[in-house]
């Protein structure tokens, strides 16, 4: 095969996409079939009607410890003309599940018996016919059905089964689904990547998908990105699979060959979809089987596998997939979207006083974090050019509303503290979770502002007062009850590489030309603290070498400064620490957590109020470096 450039086939929409791909494949009507044991069939789906060969229950037996009587001996019976039964002959004693005696209709419970002596019972009111008896085959009978043909079975299914005399049951063959990732780029997991290299992870995802789904996944090996090592690997993995992935060269440069494989092997069907992430998806059929060429990147994996293959899994096991809880939700801040693209986007929720809030994670299609810290999915349509802050839309969950009712949203400063607390919090509370999201002082107190979070992290020197925290709370929440909450002192300063190579000693020497300096985001208080001191300095932030690079968190300037992508940035020690830097101390400053009063008393707050006064935390905490946790926990209340 020669390497080529090549452009997409026109794109499709996509249901356009969806409804070409399914009508060149088979109906599937008749799939493969195989026997297996009952007690591993959870899972998978019927293929037959499944009748009972057993009664359930096999006679009719008692419900009830008591004794079985003949329900005509009792008529009569009252509290003022009591009937007499002798025991043996007119009343037996049975246990719960027993058969009752021939002769006997009803049981009557031990703890209503009244017994003057060990030969007789004393009946005072009528008991009416199959009184606390079950009936031969109450719950199942023989040659009835217990479960039709293309049903999942569910645990409850396997009592079923077993009760009604089952041991084996027919289902529908597991879709045998293979799995190719290439590129030159990638390794196998367990193998430290060097500079450019990325481990191998979608695989591993899609298969547990699969799994999940009732399919089998067979991974192959990586394949470099040779077309004809491509090509003579998806050849022999095709005839072992019922359908094919091959994980990455879907797009259009000059090393994206899994468009030319698959039309060598038969033919491709649609290149190009209209959607983000996922666009250079590819839809192909090779011998009446689908083969579907996935974007590399994670995200756009991920979502290209879910649109375009779980409809496919689903017609070869004739079973109908359960559409995600949706709920309503308001955008907290405005999303632009490209006109002509179907976006899929993932957000956080949270749930404030009875309104779901949707904030937006990162969008990029190599971000597979932010598919982990997602709650739910929020499609925008093609039509659309975003959707303005407020705005309500229905979003599509990817966790439980129990889980997402009990989360505590914090939106604000960077600190890795927070990882630490969100621990402690999941540990000693279960089911409760402290939700982060990064955007920096001033964009968590306007957050709170508006009402999209319980708490946020802020601190924020005044430069005319040199205090921290409070002047900015009485500036932009005039008049608001709020409880400002001390999580600890820090060191804040410059993170430099192991040994300083570059020698640099403070923030005078940022101006230097041999200085690549990596900066936080507008509005975070270390860039504030940061522009403070140059003022006072008198020196530009022009003079300064990429001052507009931009990254959300400590870790992220540690780790452009440990990878070499800039010399030096404004951190915190216990970043620095992690990454194994430099750290030049500069100074201390003040980092508080603010809650509005009509969250303060949430359980989940409760909770971490607790935490922050657990000497193990501040053990834990003062223990990451950089930290003073002797006002750790201390509460101020601000009106």
Not at 83 to 102: H, S
Not at 372 to 397: F, I, W
Not at 538 to 563: C, P, Q, W
């Amino acid at each position: 095969m020669q390497t080529k450039r090549h452009i997409y086939l026109k794109k499709k929409t996509r249901e356009e996409a969806l409804d070409i791909f399914l009508a060149a494949l088979p109906d599937y009507s008749e799939w493969p079939e195989e026997e297996m044991p009952v007690k591993d069939a959870l899972g998978r789906v019927t293929s037959r009607q499944v009748q009972a060969v057993f009664f359930s229950p096999t006679a009719n037996v008692s419900a009830m410890d008591g004794l079985a009587v003949n329900s005509a001996d009792t008529f009569g019976a009252s509290e003022t003309s009591p009937i007499r039964l002798k025991i043996g002959e007119q009343a037996r004693f049975v246990n719960t599940g027993e058969t009752v005696p021939d002769g006997f209709d009803a049981v009557i419970m031990i703890e209503d018996i009244h017994q003057p002596d060990e030969f007789t019972i004393e009946i005072m009111a009528a008991v009416p016919p199959w009184n606390h008896v079950r009936p031969i085959g109450e719950d199942i009978v023989v040659d009835e059905q217990i479960l039709p043909s293309g049903h999942m079975i569910s645990p409850p299914d396997i009592g079923a089964l077993l009760s009604g005399g089952l041991t084996k049951v027919w289902t529908r063959k597991m879709p045998v689904v293979g799995i190719i990732p290439t590129g030159d780029e990638v390794i196998e997991p367990g193998q430290i990547p060097e500079p450019g290299q990325v481990v191998e992870s979608n695989s591993a995802v899609l298969a547990a998908f699969l799994k999940e789904w009732g399919a089998e996944a067979i991974r192959y090996p990586i394949v470099k990105d040779a077309p004809d090592l491509i090509l003579a690997k998806a050849a022999r993995a095709i005839e072992k699979s019922d359908l094919l992935l091959i994980i990455a060269g879907s797009s259009a440069g000059d090393r994206d060959h899994t468009a030319d494989v698959i039309a060598q092997m038969g033919r491709v069907l649609v290149h190009g979809v209209s959607i983000m992430p996922g666009k250079p998806v590819i839809l192909g059929i090779v011998d009446k089987k689908p083969v579907i060429g996935l974007p590399g990147y994670p995200v756009s994996g991920i979502i290209a596998f879910d649109l375009f293959v779980r409809p496919v899994i689903s017609r070869m096991l004739r079973r109908l997939f359960p559409k995600p809880d949706s709920v309503k939700a308001r955008i907290a801040r405005k999303l632009p979207s490209k006109l002509g693209q179907e976006e899929y986007i993932r957000v956080k929720l949270g749930n404030l006083g009875g309104k779901y809030i949707a904030a937006t994670l990162a969008r990029g299609s190599g971000v597979i974090t932010s598919l982990t810290r997602a709650d739910a999915m929020l499609k925008v349509p093609m039509q659309s050019e975003g959707l303005d802050a407020g705005s309500e839309v229905e979003v599509y969950l990817l966790k439980s509303r129990q889980e997402i009712d009990r989360s505590i949203i914090f939106i604000g400063s960077h600190d890795p503290s927070l990882d630490l607390l969100a621990d402690y919090l999941a540990r000693k509370e279960m089911g409760l979770t402290l939700s982060i999201t990064h955007l920096g002082s001033l964009g968590g107190l306007m957050a709170l502002k508006r009402g999209e979070c319980h708490l946020t992290g802020i601190h924020l020197l005044d430069p005319e007062t040199g205090r921290y925290n409070i002047p900015y709370i009485q500036k932009y929440l005039p008049g608001k009850k709020v409880h400002l909450i001390n999580l600890a002192f820090r060191d804040q300063g410059l993170i430099v590489k192991s040994g300083n190579p570059k020698n640099i000693k403070g923030l005078e020497d940022l101006v230097r030309q041999d200085i690549r300096f990596v900066n936080r985001q507008s509005g975070a208080g270390t860039r504030l603290l940061l522009d403070h001191w140059l003022v006072r300095m008198g020196i530009g932030n022009s003079l300064i070498k990429d001052y507009r690079r931009e990254v959300f968190t400590h870790m992220a300037v540690a780790a452009l400064v440990k990878s070499g992508g800039a010399d030096c940035g404004l951190g915190i020690l216990s970043a620095a620490r992690s990454l194994g830097l430099e750290f030049l101390p500069l100074a201390k400053e003040q980092y508080d957590l603010l809650v509005p009063e009509e969250y303060f008393d949430l359980s989940g707050i409760e909770r971490l109020l607790d935490i922050l006064g657990d000497k193990g935390f501040k053990r834990d905490l003062e223990s990451m470096g950089g930290y003073d946790c002797s006002n750790t926990g201390e509460v101020q209340c601000l009106n």
